[in-house]
């Protein structure tokens, strides 16, 4: 499966150094708030969409996190929630994964990979179903109807023989997040909050070696 995901990431650079349009890496590409991203609703068996949900927002609350730390996320073990503090300004974003119509065979799963580079600080992620509902309302894109559901983030935890899985990468700058998902009969979503002020994520080579890192870290397992 693997091999599949290499010729994925050379396309996307050579598309961003050519052109210099493209911002993203492999299957990743920035998307308007759609009216809803329940599941079903807003489907792609080809990108990860990266969407803007609100920016320069002052938080009302404290938000938990699931993780902000540098490093590789292949586990819910390596996870470290943390709160970022009422008050502070922020920009949201979504990276929304969700194949089309109701897959129900691992054979004819969708693996998608990409990375995204922000030109601000990345304060924390939500992974886990139970942060992303929780999140919605305080950092969610207004308008913008989400799932609540048990199978919405990440499964980090998911292993099968043909390797299969979810797991992502902060860089070491903390301006750079790569991942890759797997989907199913289910999709997967990554909250992003940044530091505000920065307004389009810009390309960098963070995300791509980020994203190599996950590769070659699963091959030597």
């Not at 961003?16 to 991203?37: C, E, H, K």
């Not at 999140?135 to 980090?156: C, K």
Request: charged share 15%; glycine share 8%.
């Amino acid at each position: 499966m693997m091999r599949y995901i290499a010729p994925m990431i050379v396309a996307g650079l050579a598309a961003s150094a050519s052109a210099q349009v493209s911002n993203f890496i492999g299957n990743v590409g920035l998307d308007n708030a759609p009216p809803s991203l329940a599941m079903q609703a807003y489907e792609s068996n080809s990108m990860v969409s990266l969407i803007s949900e609100r920016t320069s927002h002052v938080l009302a609350d404290d938000l938990v996190v699931d993780a902000s730390g540098t490093g590789l996320y292949d586990a819910t073990s390596l996870l470290a929630p943390s709160i970022i503090p009422m008050g502070k300004k922020v920009d949201s974003w979504i990276l929304h994964s969700d194949p089309v119509g109701v897959i129900t065979s691992w054979d004819n799963s969708v693996v998608l990979g990409g990375g995204v580079t922000f030109d601000r600080k990345i304060l924390g992620v939500m992974v886990m179903d139970s942060t992303l509902d929780a999140s919605d309302s305080e950092v969610g894109a207004a308008g913008t109807i989400y799932s609540i559901s048990s199978h919405r983030g990440m499964e980090l935890d998911l292993t099968c023989p043909i390797l299969k899985y979810d797991a992502f990468t902060i860089s070491a700058d903390q301006r750079s997040i790569s991942m890759i998902f797997h989907t199913d009969r289910n999709g997967d979503e990554i909250r992003v909050i940044t530091e505000a002020l920065g307004p389009v994520p810009a390309p960098g080579a963070a995300a791509v070696m980020g994203l190599a890192g996950l590769m070659a870290s699963r091959r030597r397992r």
